[in-house]
């Protein structure tokens, strides 16, 4: 698994998708949007990057990431894991972390595969499900989450799935902050160094710091999925809010 941060070539755009959670629908939305977007302004070089969590919660796990295989985006496009995508590959290996899992949107992924979740449901069956799950996720899945990069450093933004831990250098952060934290990186006012992009945590609106952007606006409950547009310094936000 690849826990570095490789750099990318720097891109005239940046466009970074927060947690998509299983709604397909707004996955298409808003590659529908970012298509606009370019459309309005041509010649433009590209890139695409979603924060992870693809899974879990919203009602088309499935869906979403057969999307994702296949870049829905009208540019180049890198996916980062999610702390969801790192249960879904532990659960197959160790099918005990459902009781964790179940509880975090791991039914919904299950449903979604057409694996039966009565007995998880109640807390059992957990080693069945887990057979059922590797025998029902096509390989192209499997190998999709396994590639699935970490981080990444692109000019003058670091994007990864949750956030940093204040005072360590970007290129020794470890993938359980990388994935997990939240409170020690949120209250934080440090200068981590570049500007970090990421998701995780539900905020009502994105989040626009002196040293992170925010793109999780909680978008299997709220319908509203966004998208930080990076044009150099400048910052602005794409949104399917209803």
């Not at 070539?9 to 629908?25: E, L």
């Not at 949750?162 to 005072?167: F, I, L, N, Q, T």
């Not at 934080?188 to 952007?213: M, Q, Y």
């Amino acid at each position: 698994m690849n826990t570095s941060h490789p750099s990318a070539s720097i891109p005239d755009r940046i466009y970074v998708v927060g947690d998509v959670h299983g709604r397909s629908d707004l996955l298409d939305r808003m590659a529908e949007a970012i298509s606009q977007d370019l459309r309005e302004t041509p010649g433009q070089k590209a890139l695409a990057v979603t924060v992870g969590d693809y899974i879990d919660r919203g009602h088309d796990s499935r869906g979403v990431l057969e999307r994702l295989i296949n870049n829905p985006f009208p540019c180049d496009y890198i996916p980062l894991k999610g702390n969801h995508e790192a249960l879904f590959e532990t659960f197959l290996n160790d099918p005990l972390v459902a009781e964790h899992w179940r509880r975090l949107g791991g039914l919904e992924t299950l449903v979604s595969y057409g694996v039966p979740v009565r007995g998880l449901m109640i807390g059992k069956d957990y080693e069945q499900a887990a057979r059922s799950l590797h025998s029902a996720v096509p390989p192209e899945h499997l190998s999709f989450i396994s590639s699935l990069r970490i981080s990444l450093l692109v000019g003058r933004y670091f994007i990864c799935h949750a956030g940093v831990r204040p005072g360590i250098p970007l290129e020794r952060q470890t993938e359980e902050d990388l994935l997990w934290i939240r409170d020690q990186f949120l209250q934080s006012r440090a200068d981590f160094g570049k500007i970090v992009v990421h998701g995780h945590t539900p905020a009502e609106r994105p989040e626009l710091l002196p040293n992170r952007i925010n793109v999780d606006t909680g978008a299997y409950m709220t319908g509203c999925l966004t998208c930080a547009v990076l044009d150099g310094e400048l910052v602005r936000f794409l949104s399917t809010q209803p």
